[in-house]
């Protein structure tokens, strides 16, 4: 099922108007500062009760990065999700994930034109800005590997052609992990795509009884518009901005190496999650408001960026059942590695 929504609103307000494109850096980090502060508040009154998962969702955007979301049902992973796109003033599609769903109906379809006796290409919905792949576990793996190229590489090729897609460019992929009934697990080469994975998890009493209090069902329908595909891309470039100390370089190649070689892990952090531990800890430096990343961004990042990454050797997974094994060895590997002063 797709769903194509557009947001009719206001232009927002560009992160440079009141000052030139040379502003110091110091300046634009604090007006980017107070947009992502809106942007929060606006989520935070549909999101109840969970600031950190509202603020680590801006990160991976920021990063230029992908979200998988995952959670038992009824948490609110395709709230959030409906959420974040329509903060954003930008395209916005949701498709809703099922196991005769195929290529094409992500990509989009090839057809000859009997007026013009020509072929055409008709584009789906991944002709997008943020892309909702609600239970993207339902579909089979050939309908996954359809997000791959566009994931990385910001283009699809179909029939031989390159299609580029216009930036920014965000998927938010949700998925139940207890329900394996027609599901199909995605593999760790798509995995390793998402920038981060959250977890949701269940809301507080007093979080729990506002929502009860709502008048409405779909609250994320009426979040309105906070920044502009514009003004997305400016924040975007902030974040190279952002210094990280060499240090904390030292830290994160610390970290990646202990995931290696630890005994219960039988796959540890390729270089790219090590990027993507990178970049985000930028973001997560540029949405905090400050020039320069520290250690408790990187400490923070850790388990989200690295979770669904790893591997869990088959005889720990299977002594330590539970929901994030991998999350609690990551936890042990960060207190054997000291950290920079």
Wanted: glycine content about 6%; some cysteine.
């Amino acid at each position: 099922m797709i769903q194509r929504e557009v947001s009719a609103a206001p232009a927002a307000v560009s992160l440079s108007q009141g000052g030139s494109q040379d502003a110091p850096v110091r300046e634009r980090l604090a007006m980017a500062a107070s947009r992502i502060q809106a942007l929060e508040a606006s989520l935070g009154e549909v999101i109840r009760g969970k600031p950190e998962v509202i603020r680590l969702s801006l990160v991976c955007l920021l990063a230029k990065g992908h979200l998988l979301i995952e959670d038992v049902p009824g948490v609110g992973k395709t709230t959030l999700g409906h959420a974040l796109a329509r903060s954003l003033r930008c395209g916005f599609q949701r498709l809703q994930f099922t196991s005769d769903m195929l290529p094409s109906d992500v990509l989009g379809v090839t057809v000859y034109n009997s007026l013009t006796q020509e072929f055409e290409f008709k584009r789906g919905p991944i002709f997008t800005n943020v892309l909702l792949a609600d239970e993207i576990n339902r579909s089979t793996p050939k309908t996954q590997s359809a997000l791959l190229e566009a994931m990385n590489e910001l283009q699809v090729t179909i029939d031989g052609q390159c299609y580029a897609l216009d930036p920014p460019f965000l998927v938010i992929a949700t998925q139940n992990p207890v329900e394996h009934h027609g599901t199909y697990p995605l593999p760790e080469s798509q995995l390793d795509r998402f920038l981060l994975r959250l977890r949701i998890g269940y809301p507080d009493a007093a979080s729990e009884r506002e929502i009860l209090r709502q008048t409405s069902n779909h609250s994320a329908e009426l979040v309105r518009p906070i920044l502009s595909a514009g003004e997305v891309l400016q924040l975007q470039e902030l974040v190279a901005s952002v210094s990280v100390d060499e240090a904390l370089l030292d830290y994160i190649l610390a970290v990646v190496a202990k995931t290696r070689g630890h005994s219960s892990l039988a796959l540890g952090v390729s270089p790219r999650g090590a990027q993507a531990l990178y970049r985000a800890s930028q973001a997560l430096a540029l949405v905090e408001g400050r020039q320069y990343v520290v250690p408790d961004d990187i400490k923070r990042l850790v388990v989200p960026s690295f979770a669904h990454r790893v591997v869990v050797d088959t005889r720990v997974a299977l002594s330590q059942r539970g929901p994030d094994t991998a999350g609690r060895i990551l936890e042990e590997i960060l207190k054997q590695v000291d950290v920079p002063l």
